[in-house]
Structure formats: structure tokens, C-alpha cells
């Protein structure tokens, strides 16, 4: 791990859905041009997590701050502006819309986005796709356009929430070496990933969720040896 700054920092946050509390005092952090994932199995915090750093959920304490700032304090759309693009499981795209028109939509939080044709170099699927609506692709498609969108606004940093989910073996492998792409080019993702198998080949370290709690982290080179107990509490 670096011995700089963390570009992300969440300490003992804490959150809530109406009286149920979810994190229970969580701390990670996510340094410049790492990749970082997390681990768990469902309903654990992993989801609520990337919420809470984005201000999706209010009831929070504790701290998050992204590049030194404090996010707590800032209004919703602040936390978009600060340069974090976030793509939630169930995509957010506009299913009437056609690709071009979802790529014309998201708004320009930072310099450095990429343009359209810039994105369909990334994504082919998606030249080929362009004057189809969002509901009409397929459910790989739907999730690079998700991520099409983020990567137009500027943000250097993603938060991924199972973008694997359902989505075929071929279409896994394409979204892992898109994000192997993302992070040669400097790219800093957090993702929230059930399949580890899959998250080992782009990630450069875990942190392993249960019960709204950070239980272990470490580095990609440790997975082997965390095997018997990522097998005890994923259930895998």
C-alpha cells in the first residue's frame, strides 16, 4: 500500500435505514490508481457502503472524506461533483433512450471525460448498439453503458456495485478486462464484487465484510491463503 494520502477514507462510519442499522462502524481506505474490493455475502454492509460514501443514505456518522474532503457535510449532488461516479447493481440507465442519447445525458463533473468516440473504442458492443434503446440491450450491455456514463462525466474514481451480476461467462471476461483497462489508465475503483475468482485479476486488495463490519483485509497476493476463510463466511 501506498504510503501517501488514501484518495478515499471511510472511518468508523456508521449508517442506518430508518432504525436498522446497517454499518457498524466501518473503516477502509482506497489510495490513488488502486483497485479495491468488497467482499461478503448479501446483506452484509457491501451495497449500503457505496451509499453512504455517495449520500444516498443520511442517517450516517463517522467519517468519509475523498481527497482530504469531507463528504458528510455535502449535499447529494456535491458528492457527484467531487469527481466519484457511481454505478449502482441496477444500472440507472434510461431504458427509452437510445446509447447515444443515454452517452449525450450524464453532466461534466471534471476535465478528462471521454468522448463518445473514445467510449465506443472501449466498448464496441455499444457502436454497434448506438441507436438502440437502453431497455433493448442485452444485460451486459446495459452494464458497460452504465459505466459508459460515469467515464463521460469526468470522474477518476468508480464505485461499482456487482457489475457481474447475472451476466454471462464472455460477457464477465469482457467487463474484467475493460476494468483491467480503466485501471492501466489510472483509473480508481472500488467494486463490490460476490465472484473473488473474478475480482482477483484486477484487484489489488480486499476488504471482507459480515454483519455491517470490516472483518480482514489484505492483498491480492494473500487470496490463496485467506481461501478456508473466505470458504467459512462466503458460504463458497
Known amino acids: 500500500m501506498s504510503d501517501a494520502?488514501?484518495?478515499?477514507e471511510l472511518r468508523d462510519v456508521h449508517a442506518w435505514y430508518g432504525e436498522s442499522h446497517a454499518l457498524h462502524g466501518v473503516t477502509l481506505e482506497v489510495h490513488a490508481g488502486e483497485t479495491v474490493?468488497?467482499?461478503?455475502?448479501n446483506g452484509v454492509g457491501k451495497t449500503t457502503t457505496l451509499r453512504a460514501i455517495m449520500g444516498l443514505i443520511r442517517k450516517r456518522t463517522g467519517r468519509i472524506a475523498f481527497e482530504g474532503k469531507d463528504l458528510m457535510r455535502l449535499p447529494l449532488h456535491r458528492t457527484a461533483h467531487a469527481g466519484i461516479g457511481f454505478v449502482p447493481e441496477e444500472r440507472g440507465i434510461f431504458a427509452s433512450l437510445t446509447v447515444d442519447e443515454n452517452l449525450a445525458l450524464p453532466p461534466v463533473v471534471a476535465s478528462g471525460g471521454m468522448s463518445?468516440?473514445?467510449i465506443f473504442g472501449l466498448f464496441p458492443n455499444l457502436k454497434e448498439r448506438?441507436?438502440?434503446?437502453g431497455g433493448k440491450l442485452s444485460g451486459g450491455?446495459?452494464?458497460?453503458?452504465?459505466?459508459?456514463r460515469m467515464l463521460r462525466t469526468g470522474a477518476r474514481t468508480l464505485l461499482l456495485d456487482e457489475p457481474t451480476e447475472g451476466l454471462a461467462p464472455?460477457?464477465?471476461?469482457?467487463?474484467?478486462?475493460?476494468?483491467g483497462t480503466l485501471k492501466s489508465r489510472?483509473?480508481?475503483?472500488?467494486?463490490?464484487e460476490q465472484n473473488f475468482r473474478f475480482a482477483s485479476r484486477i484487484a489489488d486488495r480486499f476488504y471482507l465484510m459480515e454483519h455491517g463490519r470490516v472483518i480482514a483485509d489484505f492483498p491480492v497476493g494473500e487470496l490463496e491463503s485467506r481461501m478456508a476463510q473466505l470458504h467459512d463466511v462466503l458460504g463458497v
Do not use: D, H, N
Not at 474490493?37 to 455475502?41: A, F, K, P, V
Not at 448506438?130 to 434503446?133: A, E, G, T
Open 116 to 118: 463518445v468516440e473514445e
Open 37 to 41: 474490493t468488497l467482499l461478503g455475502r
Open 5 to 8: 494520502a488514501p484518495l478515499l
Open 130 to 133: 448506438r441507436k438502440s434503446p
Open 170 to 179: 464472455v460477457i464477465v471476461q469482457r467487463i474484467g478486462e475493460l476494468l
Open 141 to 148: 450491455e446495459q452494464q458497460m453503458l452504465a459505466i459508459a
Open 186 to 192: 489510472g483509473m480508481t475503483i472500488l467494486l463490490v
